[in-house]
């Protein structure tokens, strides 16, 4: 086993052990004699490795810093609009797509939200609730899931989102640690957007407010 990637591996599992390295809380010696006895390791022989490279993990997330920083600027300048009434269904793909050529001109016609996913063997989409009925009268039989009550949550940042590595990343794991449940997400350059229960509205522009 290579030690190293053991423990960089264990420590990215445990993001509250991350957080105290940023903090400066972390005993170091205790910590590497929680790694080796969770993992297994025998700790007279592996003390001294597993210890250097919990170290070396530090210095490491001293350039991660560098580059929350820069999320965080472009976050701060960004701006965040909230749509309710959001319903996101699930159809098989075998539809018959001129159907979702008019559903798409229905709703453009209102100016209202519509997305679509495709995956392999399904379509997923993402609209006013105002148009359930009409999707599925449409689809019929063909409809898998419906799932309403729904916000989307639209982050309008600069075009520097593009070039900037780990956005979307910081803020997944930002709402997940904020017990928010992401329904969907995707993206479309400067634009980020996220699918959530109405209940967590109030929790996420908190959560964003950088």
């Known amino acids: 086993m290579n030690i190293t990637k053991a423990a960089e591996k ?45 170290r070396r993990y530090f210095r490491k997330l001293g350039k991660e810093d560098v580059l929350e920083k820069k999320i965080i600027d472009i976050l701060k300048r960004s701006k965040l609009e909230v749509k309710n009434k959001i319903v996101v269904v699930v159809v098989r793909k075998d539809i018959y797509f001129n159907h979702l050529i008019e559903l798409h001109k229905e709703v453009k016609k209102k100016a209202e939200v519509f997305h679509i996913i495709e995956g392999s063997s399904t379509i997923t989409l993402i609209t006013a609730l105002e148009f359930l009925e009409e999707i599925e009268k449409l689809f019929k039989h063909k409809v898998l899931r419906v799932t309403k009550n729904l916000a989307e949550i639209n982050l309008k940042s600069s075009e520097d989102l593009e070039k900037t590595p780990g956005v979307i990343a910081y803020l997944t794991t930002l709402l997940a640690e904020n017990g928010v449940n992401i329904i969907e997400t995707m993206s479309t350059w400067t634009d980020t957007l996220f699918v959530i229960s109405e209940e967590d509205i109030a929790k996420v522009m908190g959560v964003l407010r950088f």
Not at 20 to 42: E, H, P, V, W
């Open 10 to 54: 264990y420590i990215n599992e445990h993001p509250c052990i991350k957080d105290c390295m940023r903090k400066k809380l972390i005993n170091y010696s205790s910590l590497t004699r929680q790694i080796a006895g969770d993992l297994g390791l025998g700790l007279e022989e592996n003390f001294d490795a597993i210890l250097i490279a919990c």
